[in-house]
């Protein structure tokens, strides 16, 4: 962010200061941080011409959620050198050496880690400000490494009293029974008095949370110019939207329209006050822009296949609507002639998944296979050669003997021929491959251990409903693919429904119990005819099904089953986080329970 005064050209009539701020996208590793500040600094030169004044980046050049272990990386690096170094030289300068690895360590065990903003003026650092609300839940460890700050940041600038936060220490989305903090910065800026809260922030994505954003810290504060600046980027499972903006005593100035790509402002705050909103409709001229839900998975796909060093993907393509969803957003990510899709029907495939799928690739542009799997006589062939022992003890005799032989296995064997060719191409020829799972159907463990095992899941915490709805908005996508009951073709006549619930059910039942923690039928019932937010495909069908005899038992079955599916699930591949709580690093639960 950089301040300094508004130019001759400025249309205001009252004296004004103006703000220039930019948000970028940055990489974890250290091979790129050098890069990431040059590109910080260069960023900055534009603003600083005309500013010529302060300049703040945003909330860690690393991301902050996602920095992990890393932030040991360049210590154990230094001592790394340092010991090669001691073991090639002579006896006094090993001495001497070993004095200074002693130091090094010494002076890590004393330091204290800090999440910090540098202030800089004029090339010399004058102030920093040390963040003091370390958020330690969901995907958040800051607590684990870093120390909490104490003191405020207050500096003038152009006439203006100017105050400093990082993220958390403004606010948070979870309410203020987690924002503990009697005397939290926020509330200590504005007993001290400053008049503009500039506030740095690696805030990840989460379905709904920048409309909150914008309403409590927009509508609720009439005295402050807040300057709220966030990093946009996907970084492992998360996803940053950006949607950077300026606030002046209630009165939305500016709000980001760039979600996938750096960005540069420039604002002109007045000098004298104007009356607050008095609504959620921004000032005029300013356009909200909330990312969409695809949009937010095209850029943390194309972000983590170029940080993986992937230029291509190759996905299975069934001709059901999951992937068709996963290959459409695929070839918006990294372009269509670099998605391989490969159609692997076996004898259960119907005609029509055949011909949608074509249709599919044919319409997107990306790049068609197909390889016929025969699964049966592999089946035979497996199970005679574990057949040949006639003890009684033998597991596979016992089983056979008391017919408790697992016919679903033989269909599983399609799925996993299909990974295999898969995994197959992305060896061979390079090429990312992508998991297709969705996470209602993740939930319940409706996939085989190699159906998500891959690299990355696109649409893992997308329920179904979700699914549908952006895959109606694709216009490539057949609407056959759309509008056919799921199944994953593995036995004549199979419908996921059939063997689950039906989706207008099943989405409500795993997101109560996965974002709201609910476990109990009663309570279910009471959020579902609460609850204000979309939540069904059909509201008549969950209605018509929470009145059922049925409905109990069938929730408590559903209920197990999700909790027993951890051990799947945890052995999945990595995909973007949009929900409150999505399956992966924010959700930590044992793997095994059991269940009386």
């Known amino acids: 962010v950089a301040f300094g005064p508004a130019s001759a050209a400025s249309s205001s009539d009252t004296a004004s200061t103006r703000l220039a ?32 004044r302060l300049v703040v980046g945003q909330d860690m050049r690393v991301h902050s959620p996602e920095l992990a272990d890393a932030v040991e990386e360049a210590a154990e690096a230094r001592l790394r050198e340092l010991r090669r170094r001691a073991a090639g030289a002579e006896e006094s300068e090993r001495s001497r050496i070993a004095r200074e690895i002693h130091d ?99 805030s990840p994505f989460v379905r709904g949370k920048p409309e909150v954003r914008l309403r409590r810290l927009v509508g609720d504060d009439e005295q402050l110019t807040l300057v709220y600046v966030n990093q946009w980027g996907g970084q492992d499972e998360l996803v940053f939207d950006g949607q950077s903006f300026v606030a002046e005593r209630g009165n939305l100035r500016y709000c980001s329209s760039q979600v996938e790509c ?28 909330s990312a969409r839900l695809d949009q937010l998975i095209v850029m943390s796909l194309r972000d983590y296949a170029r940080k993986s060093g992937f230029s291509d993907a190759v996905v299975a393509s069934s001709g059901g609507v999951d992937s068709a969803l996963t290959i459409a957003l ?27 799928a074509m249709a599919l690739h044919q319409a997107l542009g990306c790049w068609d296979y197909e390889v016929e799997i025969e699964h049966l006589r592999l089946v035979e062939s497996l199970n005679r050669s574990f057949d040949r022992y006639e003890a009684a003890d033998h597991l596979v005799t016992a089983v056979h003997r008391e017919g408790r032989y697992n016919a679903i296995a033989d269909q599983n064997v399609q799925a996993r021929l299909r990974d295999v060719y898969l995994m197959h191409f992305s060896n061979a020829y390079g090429a990312l491959p992508l998991a297709t799972g969705n996470k209602t159907e993740s939930a319940c463990g409706y996939f085989t251990h190699f159906d998500m095992n891959l690299s990355f899941a696109p649409i893992i915490d997308l329920y179904k409903r979700q699914v549908f709805d952006l895959a109606t908005a694709q216009p490539a996508i057949p609407r056959n693919i759309v509008t056919k009951r799921p199944s994953a073709e593995l036995a004549p006549d199979q419908f996921d429904e059939d063997n689950l619930l039906p989706y207008a059910v099943l989405d409500p039942i795993v997101q109560g119990y996965v974002e709201e923690f609910i476990s109990d039928f009663d309570a279910f019932r009471d959020w579902v005819q609460n609850v204000s937010e979309t939540i069904s495909i059909d509201d008549g069908e969950l209605n018509e099904w929470l009145s059922s005899a ?47």
């Open 21 to 52: 701020s930019h948000a970028i996208s940055s990489g974890v590793v250290p091979s790129e941080l050098d890069a990431d500040m040059a590109r910080r600094i260069g960023h900055a030169f534009t603003p600083l011409l005309s500013a010529r």
């Open 104 to 202: 090094d360590i010494s002076q890590r065990l004393a330091a204290t880690t800090l999440n910090a903003a540098a202030i800089v003026r004029n090339g010399e650092l004058i102030a920093n400000y040390r963040k003091q609300l370390l958020p330690f839940y969901d995907v958040f460890d800051e607590a684990r490494y870093f120390e909490p700050g104490e003191d405020l940041a207050v500096l003038d600038i152009e006439g203006r009293k100017v105050g400093f936060t990082i993220c958390e220490d403004l606010w948070n989305d979870k309410g203020e029974d987690h924002y503990a903090a009697d005397r939290n910065p926020y509330a200590r800026y504005r007993e001290a008095g400053v008049d503009t809260l500039v506030s740095i922030n690696s």
């Open 262 to 289: 750096d960005e540069f402002a420039v604002v002109d705050l007045e000098r004298a006050p104007q009356a607050p909103s008095s609504s959620d409709v921004p000032a005029a001229g300013v356009t909200v822009r």
């Open 330 to 356: 695929a070839c918006e990510a990294l372009g269509p002639s670099h998605v391989h899709a490969i159609r692997m029907p076996s004898v259960y495939s119907s005609d029509h998944s055949k011909s949608d």
């Open 550 to 596: 049925s409905a109990k038992t069938d929730y408590e079955r559903i209920i197990t089953l999700i909790g027993r599916m951890e051990f799947k699930r945890r052995q999945t591949c990595p995909g973007p986080k949009l929900s409150k709580v999505a399956f992966g690093i924010g959700r930590r639960v044992p793997i095994v329970k059991a269940y009386i």
